[in-house]
């Protein structure tokens, strides 16, 4: 739990709530802010455009619901957020559990880090979905909805080899959709001259539904639910599932990089 | 040409290329690197979207992807104006040029990092393998591109 200084008239902040409270009854211009999120940034994060995309995200209702988990005092898990290498070059983030003891740990690959502004926020979303299965997972406390959950990510574990598959099919048919919206919420967040733009040029119409659902889809190729709908055949000149989703995908890599 | 011989011409020309390798060029000599894109390739889609190209590349596993994009001035796109140029004999001996379907992930890796640094251009199949291949003016259609390697999430 932090505080977060809007006017800063003293040397050193406060660092809780009750204390930022009292520094206000003595006259202290200050704006007392929880900060829910149990989410610590490391130095390599903080500042970076990640971090201003992550900012934005922390204020779709979607994303506070993904990273609910984590938030309070006592959380049993907390996540920090780092950008580097990751295990695998060609990989555009990596979430690690590394034990119940430990913080998950979640790296954006700072190579990929180039890419257009929602695609940073759909890697971003998709790690923290990653976070949030190893938490629902893991937790010693599971509320009725995490042992359903439990129940359900069960058969996914006896279905498929790798956890990284396990969580991937289990994300292909629970979570695109969520992912989808949150995406779509924080679009024009990021930079709402680009959104107008980008939107201008690909989408005159406005930016349908799909588009975010499309941009959510990738990185889950491969799954049962992708080679399902992969293989759904249209007539021209209606789109099939497929080119409606690489379309998408190829116009997202052209949006802008900024988040202002 | 028949086929055998545009086959065996193939041949010859991607044995040249195997001799080199995806590097860096630091001698200041500002070496092209020439992607020859063969439409025809079962790993190779190419698309035409909003005045651009867009060429997609797959490979055994289904996360990961190459991705080339050539976005001409026209498009007035905010950050990319890519060239379209002409290539004799002469400038395609002084650059690499490397058969995209002979690439694997890790190559187009490399080749997203050299974007930021370097020019990449594309050169079609049926361009760079017409029949006026060994005609000595021939100039070939090189595509300034955009290179992305997509890996697993």
Redesign the interface.
């Known amino acids: 739990m932090g505080i977060e200084e809007k006017s800063r008239k003293v040397k050193s902040g406060p660092t809780t709530l009750e204390d930022c409270g009292f520094l206000q009854m003595m006259g202290y211009d200050l704006e007392c802010v929880i900060d829910l999120f149990e989410i610590k940034k490391d130095s390599t994060f903080i500042g970076t455009t990640a971090d201003c995309i992550y900012e934005k995200l922390k204020s779709i209702d979607g994303f506070k619901d993904l990273a609910s988990g984590f938030e309070g005092l006592g959380t049993e898990f907390d996540v920090i957020l780092k950008i580097g290498a990751t295990q695998?070059?060609?990989?555009?983030?990596q979430a690690w559990w590394r034990g119940s003891n430990q913080p998950i740990e979640i790296t954006f690959n700072e190579?990929k880090m180039?890419?257009s502004a929602l695609e940073v926020a759909?890697?971003i979303v998709?790690?923290m979905v990653h976070a949030e299965l190893y938490r629902a997972i893991n937790t010693t406390n599971p509320t009725e909805k995490e042992l359903d959950f439990r129940e359900t990510f069960n058969t996914y574990v006896m279905m498929y080899r790798g956890s990284?598959d396990q969580q991937h099919n289990l994300m292909a048919d629970e979570w695109v959709t969520k992912m989808g919206e949150i995406l779509k919420d924080v679009h024009q967040m990021l930079d709402s001259d680009?959104y107008n733009?980008f939107k201008n040029?690909?989408y005159p119409n406005g930016i349908p539904d799909h588009f975010y659902k499309s941009v959510a889809w990738?990185?889950l190729?491969?799954t049962i639910a992708?080679n399902l709908m992969k293989n759904i055949t249209t007539t021209p000149p209606i789109k099939s599932p497929l080119e409606i989703i690489?379309?998408d995908i190829?116009?997202v890599?052209?949006g802008?990089?900024n988040c202002l | 040409m028949t086929n055998i011989s545009n086959i065996l011409l193939s041949l010859l020309v991607s044995l040249i290329s195997l001799g080199s390798f995806i590097s860096e060029d630091c001698s200041g000599n500002n070496e092209k690197i020439i992607l020859i894109v063969n439409k025809d390739s079962k790993r190779i889609d190419v698309?035409d979207?909003?005045g651009s190209t867009?060429v997609?590349v797959s490979f055994g596993?289904?996360?990961?992807?190459a991705?080339l994009?050539h976005?001409p001035p026209e498009?007035?796109?905010?950050?990319?104006s890519h060239e379209k140029v002409e290539v004799g004999h002469l400038d395609l001996a002084k650059s690499q040029v490397l058969f995209a379907e002979n690439l694997d992930?890790?190559d187009w890796?490399d080749l997203?990092?050299l974007g930021?640094k370097q020019k990449i251009y594309m050169i079609l199949y049926e361009d760079y393998m017409s029949k006026e291949r060994f005609v000595w003016n021939k100039k070939f259609t090189a595509y300034e591109v955009w290179v992305?390697?997509?890996?697993?999430?």
Do not use: C
Request: glycine residues 10%; without cysteine; hydrophobic residues 25%.
């Open positions: 695998n070059a060609s990989a555009n983030g190579i180039n890419r759909r890697t998709h790690e990284a680009g733009t040029v690909y990738d990185g190729q491969g992708w690489t379309q190829d116009n890599k052209r802008r990089k | 698309y979207r909003n867009s997609w596993s289904p996360n990961l992807r991705n994009f976005i498009v007035n796109h905010w950050e990319y992930f890790m890796g997203e990092q930021k992305t390697a997509d890996g697993p999430i």
